[in-house]
């Protein structure tokens, strides 16, 4: 039996066992599900804080295979790698080359995020050099066959003054785009500097433009991903599309309910928290393939505390947690991050997290768990 670890709040006993939840068991048929990934830094690298971020690239490629494995897709280059805090375009950029590759090399589904985060972060920026970055950033997906992610860009924000100029902008992405994208509608609790997208921050305003966007379009959007943390509008938007585009939620407080649906629709999956929850994600939608909705919910909505712990506010630091627990649960070897961002979160914040994840069994090894998080006390002086 493994021994308490001293957490912050008191004594804590392990979970003996981890859920065995081995790969190789298929892709769930009934949903398509992707999991957000982070990426794994380079934990020796002679780097300041201002210089462009180190990557451990066989560790980020071994945790993509990871997913893979247990049969799910692996959306790159998203917010959950740090890009644009941290991961610079010319990284990103790297990332989806090297992901796209070993994609194509194990049969792994992949879909990758298309942006303009090489335009300067301050200073003047036009439409035309948005829509001239994003089109760099759709030819890179073009080039290794992997499906663009349009995601939501701070420059448009900038540049942009009012609905009009996002709903050229899209139609004039998607119509150069050769196969059908996934349109991300990312939140402020993301990323503040992406408050008023779509042109009004508004949210029923802003809604109308981006499902404008979708209805002039349909035939080029395969699916939208929404990240606002509100269930009632996702549902209200996923009614409200065309037939034939998929509604992806990205909604890491309510997904259990929006994956399971409703008798007027559901929601497939393009979350970070799947990253954490990778094997034990899957296995719940294939239980819920097989039509049981009780069974699907009984292993998902315990796991809800815990995302909602590491996507707490600031949310948009809830990639300390993810990386945290991967490093726990053994998937690498050491809690460094790009730009510096272990330190995002606080002792009691992470140790709550090992609590909630260790009691949900996520862990392969609960000894190295345990003995990690020891670790972490004493570095910060709180072992007891």
Not at 131 to 155: C, D, F
Request: proline share 8%; charged share 20%; glycine share 10%.
């Amino acid at each position: 039996m493994t021994a308490p670890v001293p957490l912050p709040r008191g004594p804590y006993t392990p979970r003996p066992t981890p859920l065995d939840l081995p790969p190789g068991a298929g892709v769930p048929s009934s949903r398509t599900v992707f999991s957000a990934a982070h990426v794994v830094a380079d934990p020796y690298a002679d780097i300041g804080p201002d210089d462009p971020a180190a990557v451990d690239w066989e560790a980020t490629l071994a945790f993509r295979r990871h997913l893979w494995s247990h049969g799910l897709g692996v959306a790159e280059a998203m917010d959950t790698a740090q890009r644009g805090m941290g991961l610079d375009w010319a990284g990103a950029a790297e990332l989806i080359r090297r992901s796209a590759a070993e994609a194509k090399a194990v049969g792994g589904r992949i879909a990758c995020g298309v942006g303009t985060d090489q335009l300067p972060t301050t200073g003047e920026v036009t439409l035309a050099d948005v829509r001239a970055a994003y089109e760099e950033q759709l030819a890179l997906a073009e080039e290794h066959g992997v499906q663009p992610i349009l995601m939501a860009s701070r420059a448009l924000v900038r540049a942009a003054r009012g609905p009009e100029d996002y709903l050229a902008m899209y139609a004039h992405l998607l119509r150069q785009s050769p196969e059908p994208v996934i349109l991300h509608w990312l939140g402020p609790m993301f990323d503040p500097a992406l408050e008023g997208y779509w042109g009004s921050t508004d949210l029923d305003e802003a809604t109308d433009t981006f499902l404008k966007v979708i209805a002039e379009h349909p035939d080029k959007v395969d699916g939208i991903k929404i990240s606002l943390l509100d269930a009632a509008r996702e549902i209200d938007v996923r009614r409200r599309l065309p037939g034939g585009v998929r509604c992806y939620t990205g909604d890491d407080f309510n997904y259990p309910e929006l994956i399971a649906g409703d008798e007027r629709g559901f929601s497939h999956a393009l979350l970070g928290i799947f990253d954490p929850l990778g094997p034990l994600a899957a296995h719940a939608v294939r239980v819920l393939d097989t039509g049981d909705v009780a069974g699907f919910r009984a292993l998902l909505d315990p796991t809800v505390e815990l995302s909602r712990h590491l996507f707490q506010r600031p949310t948009r630091f809830y990639k300390t947690g993810v990386v945290f627990l991967a490093w726990l649960a053994g998937h690498q070897d050491h809690f460094t991050m790009v730009g510096g961002l272990q330190s995002a979160r606080s002792l009691p914040h992470l140790a709550t997290a090992y609590e909630l994840a260790d009691g949900l069994g996520l862990f392969p090894d609960p000894e190295l768990a345990a003995h990690r998080m020891r670790a972490l006390l004493a570095v910060h002086g709180g072992a007891r």
